[in-house]
């Protein structure tokens, strides 16, 4: 699937590591999916919300009944395999590295489990693109 099948197809982005300052990336691409209709669910353990939104610690904090799309992550590369986990764990159907994220062994381990994998692109600018 390709990241315009998968940004279609999709509705609900988790947001890993999204920060509550304005200036961040992950601010900012947040905010411009939010504004595209796609419904955001923060998670970072050092925020309580975002655009008063409730935050969660980690993605197996969010309530079971919610169904999550994409994780997206802004965090570390050496930090995805571990997010990976929690996003089989929770039934996502997409992991997405964004700019400057790659982690081969993180990606290995989506495939593996049935998920699709976009590594070192940004999802705002892939949806700028459709």
Not at 17 to 34: C, I, Q, T
Not at 39 to 67: F, H, R
Request: net charge neutral.
């Amino acid at each position: 699937m390709n990241t315009s099948e998968i940004l279609k197809s999709s509705k609900t982005i988790a947001v890993v590591g999204l920060s509550d300052k304005p200036e961040r990336p992950s601010y900012d691409v947040a905010k411009y999916l939010m504004q595209h209709g796609y419904t955001i669910i923060p998670v970072n353990p050092m925020i309580q919300d975002w655009c008063g939104i409730k935050a969660y610690k980690s993605l197996l904090e969010i309530p079971k009944e919610t169904k999550v799309d994409i994780v997206d992550i802004f965090r570390k590369s050496e930090d995805v395999p571990s997010i990976v986990e929690e996003a089989i764990k929770i039934g996502a159907k997409t992991v997405w590295m964004q700019l400057g994220v790659i982690s081969e062994m993180g990606a290995s381990k989506a495939k593996s489990a049935g998920l699709n994998v976009v590594m070192d692109k940004c999802a705002k600018i892939e949806h700028s693109h459709m």
